[in-house]
């Protein structure tokens, strides 16, 4: 069966095919892992999540509206704005001395946003809404619509079945 070159049938290297082997076990191992992860609820949940925009310029928010749907993919999703706040938006400054001093930017607004959808892919390991997986602590949500967009990090998520 091996020859003295170490060849199996005189043909494959033994090591190049037990190589190949775990290769391949990799990749079934990884595909049966990703097939057990895509479970989703078939009845539509509905997810509200709280975000923040950060240190937006004044006058964008005046381009969002409650009742405004969201855009992901070149597309109008299900996704909508239920509720707006803006508040001037915070810079931490750190003293001399080492210690931290809370300000707020006269020139920049930091946006609240309650976000409001329905989704069908809410599984054990994640929920994706508008297009996005959402988990709280995101600082790189993406919030689209029409007329703005901006980089937003989500506070909370909740999900009612």
């Known amino acids: 069966m091996l020859d003295e070159k170490g060849r199996l049938f005189g043909r494959v290297n033994v090591i190049d095919l037990a190589v190949v082997?775990?290769?391949?076990?990799?990749?079934?191992?990884?595909?049966?892992?990703?097939?057990?992860?895509?479970?989703?609820?078939?009845?539509p949940s509905t997810?509200?999540?709280k975000v923040v925009c950060y240190n937006a310029y004044p006058g964008v928010a005046d381009?969002?509206?409650?009742g405004d749907q969201l855009v992901a993919g070149g597309a109008l999703v299900p996704v909508y704005?239920?509720?707006?706040?803006?508040?001037?938006?915070?810079?931490?400054?750190?003293?001399?001395?080492?210690?931290?001093?809370?300000?707020?930017?006269?020139?920049?607004q930091d946006i609240d946003l309650v976000l409001e959808g329905k989704s069908?892919?809410?599984g054990p390991a994640e929920i994706t809404l508008g297009g996005q997986k959402v988990r709280a602590g995101i600082e790189d949500y993406v919030l689209k619509t029409r007329l703005v967009e901006l980089k937003?990090?989500?506070?909370?998520?909740?999900?009612?079945?």
């Open 81 to 108: 704005i239920k509720d707006i706040r803006v508040r001037p938006a915070n810079n931490a400054t750190v003293r001399a001395d080492g210690t931290m001093l809370l300000t707020t930017n006269p020139f920049r």
């Open 120 to 122: 069908t892919a809410v």
């Open 21 to 43: 082997l775990v290769i391949v076990l990799l990749a079934a191992a990884y595909l049966y892992r990703e097939k057990g992860s895509t479970s989703v609820t078939a009845a």
């Open 63 to 66: 381009s969002l509206h409650v």
């Open 47 to 49: 997810v509200r999540l």
């Open 152 to 161: 937003a990090a989500i506070v909370a998520v909740e999900v009612e079945p």
